[in-house]
């Protein structure tokens, strides 16, 4: 009996070496198991050998029976592989694993992934993977890891230094501005992550002129296609009162005012009158004078035109405080808000550091719930995946769609960016290659799921997936819900009455993101440069206390470890991206230049204790 195990142990290693953690990297053929071993071995397993004049005794019957067990455990442990591989390679067929997951025992209205991902989906062809070889790589990884410990610190910061920052914008060390020299309007353009930037920034100028903010107003887009207002979204009253000591707001403006014509007299200013980073010497250069004067100026668009260095210490406080502390969602928002992050931890009763900063007075319900299990069972994972077309068209990379992808992306550029196809047109840019080596292209689905397997992330892990309208629609999306079936969004886990206050309202479905995202127990996003992850990262370092986890990849350094995906084996993949990954979770202080909103470690910000 103890000769036939020895056979069987042989077997397994010798056959399946390459989907274990015993892989050495510099194995030239790691898929290539040695078929002398793999024959000896299947004969132990059977209890005989092959060349022999003599077939061995006949077992006793209760051996027998044991052989067959473990051939038994053994096709069914192949068959499962070959299952979720198969799975892979047809993702057109079949968007999501069938095993469907649901976090509610009572929400009889959630939805499966397979209906919600079609609906994402515009009912596309099937994609074809450049991934194939490393995808079915990490469907054995992750088969391997159900009997394996996830690694000491993929849920945690792995530096202490992180905790030894603690948020201090709150302190001030100046008197209330009296807002004497005007009144100054902004109409902010873009989604609600450009305005809730805007909006900040115009309240550090507002600090800066001495003059009178009038409540924000969002102008309508129509690519988000979103009527909401201020009001819609943030608490009013808590901003108005809460920036007193800072600056005075007023709702609107006063009545001799409200006739004029602001663009006739000049106090109209649009984006192209203020340059992009601007200066606080500009505003009092160029628009104190229109205030002196006119005593209103409206500025419309007011992206990004604001400089994040150099401006005074108080100012830039100032700035941090809007962000972090004046800007609360009102209660719908909040509550519904404060659901999903109940669904997402299971029902579990858990408080998280950011919880009653993000959903406020609803934080308390998040404390109802089972007491019984483990703080492990209600962990989850946040995704922000930036595959949406506008960013995969602008970015002139390639995604292995060929040359129906090339014709349908350029058909989009000449719509929405024709400024782009005429620069093609004039000027010679990188190659597709050439931009994927630097890592200016957005990481694909495919190549996310890799990372997330690579990291250690086990296939039981619930991923809440932030956005929507990905580019490819489900078929794309289907190496990630096939090798990470516990994957679900807002729409999965609100009811159809529960969601349908936010339905048409992308800015507050997009609110709503933001809270699941920020209350993670890991954030990772796919995309550094995306203004939603950016918020979201920068309010997880102020308030987390130096335990909240996210995930920056360094494309460029990923794009090196990809385009081996031919020849790597899955050991060297796994250490070289954790390292990468690793590498961006360094603690250090804000670099100058460098955004408040994404970077608050700095002394305007946060104290360093």
């Known amino acids: 009996m103890a000769s036939r195990s020895n056979s069987f142990c ?24 040695d078929p002398l071993t793999r024959n000896n071995s299947l004969n132990g397993l059977l209890g005989f050998t092959f060349g022999s004049k003599k077939m061995r005794k006949k077992k006793p019957f209760y051996q027998a029976r044991a052989a067959l067990l473990l051939a038994f455990f053994v096709l069914v442990f192949l068959g499962m592989n070959w299952w979720m591989i198969s799975r892979i390679q047809n993702s057109g067929r079949a968007a999501t694993p069938r095993v469907e997951f ?54 945690a910061e792995p530096y202490f230094v992180a905790s030894t920052w603690q948020p201090c914008a709150e302190h001030r060390d100046w008197l209330p501005s009296e807002g004497r020299n005007g009144y100054i309007i902004v109409t902010a353009n873009g989604g609600i992550n450009q305005q809730r ?69 000049g106090s109209l200013v649009t984006d192209a009158d203020v340059v992009k980073e601007a200066k606080p010497s500009f505003y009092k250069k160029h628009i104190l004078p229109i205030l002196h004067k006119n005593r209103v100026v409206h500025f419309l668009g007011f992206g990004n035109r604001l400089a994040s260095d150099p401006l005074p210490l108080q100012v830039q406080r100032l700035r941090c405080r ?15 808000g404060a659901l ?40 989850y994972l946040a995704l922000h995946l930036r595959f949406e077309i506008d960013m995969v068209a602008h970015s002139l990379c390639e995604y292995g769609g060929g040359e129906e992808e090339r014709n349908e992306l350029e058909a989009y550029r000449e719509i929405h960016f024709p400024a782009l196809v005429e620069l093609k047109k004039t000027k010679e840019l990188p190659s597709p290659a050439d931009l994927k080596a630097e890592g ?42 096939t090798l990470y079936p516990n994957l679900v969004t807002k729409e999965n886990l609100l009811s159809s009455s529960e969601i349908e206050p936010f339905k048409n309202f992308s800015s507050q479905l997009a609110a709503l993101d933001f809270i699941v995202c920020s209350a993670a127990d890991v954030f990772a996003m796919t995309d550094s440069g995306s203004q939603f992850s950016s918020l979201v990262s920068g309010f997880r370092v102020y308030y987390g206390g130096g335990k909240m986890a996210t995930i920056r990849p ?3 350094r990923l794009a090196g470890i990809f385009v081996k995906n031919n020849t790597i084996d899955w050991r060297t993949f796994e250490q070289r991206v954790r390292k990468a990954v690793r590498q961006t979770k360094r603690v250090f202080s804000r670099p100058v230049g460098r955004s408040v909103y994404r970077y608050p470690r700095c002394k305007e910000c946060m104290c360093n204790t």
């Open 102 to 155: 649901k976090f509610l025992k009572d929400n009889a209205s959630t939805l499966s992934v397979r209906e919600e991902l079609v609906k994402l989906g515009k009912g596309r062809k099937p994609q074809k993977t450049i991934y194939a070889r490393l995808l079915a790589k990490a469907a054995h990884a992750l088969a391997e890891g159900q009997r394996k410990a996830e690694p000491k610190d993929l849920w």
């Open 440 to 481: 200016l292209c957005p990481l694909m689905p495919e190549e996310t799921v890799l990372m997330l397997a690579a990291l250690g992330f086990n296939r039981q892990t619930r991923i809440y997936l932030a956005g929507a309208n990905i580019y490819g629609g489900n078929s794309r999306l289907a190496s990630l819900t």
């Open 10 to 33: 042989n077997f397994s290693e010798s056959s399946y070496d390459y989907y274990t953690d015993n892989e050495q990297p510099g194995d030239p053929n790691p898929d290539r198991a």
């Open 322 to 336: 809007c962000n972090f502390h004046a800007l609360k969602f009102v209660p719908k928002i909040e509550e519904a």
């Open 197 to 265: 930037v805007a909006i900040c920034n115009i309240v550090a100028v507002a600090r800066l002129l001495d003059a009178t903010l009038v409540l924000p107003k969002f102008l309508y887009s129509s690519v988000w296609k979103d009527v909401s207002q201020f009001g819609d979204i943030y608490q009013e009253e808590h901003f108005i009162d809460y920036l007193k000591p800072d600056i005075r707001i007023v709702r609107e403006l006063p009545l001799e005012l409200q006739s004029l014509d602001l663009e006739t007299i």
């Open 340 to 379: 999903l992050v109940r669904r997402m931890r299971q029902n579990v009763t858990r408080l998280g550091p950011l919880d009653r900063h993000l959903v406020g007075s609803f934080s308390k319900s998040l404390m109802k719930g089972e007491r019984n299990r483990g703080e492990k069972v209600a962990r």
């Open 554 to 556: 360094n494309k460029r």
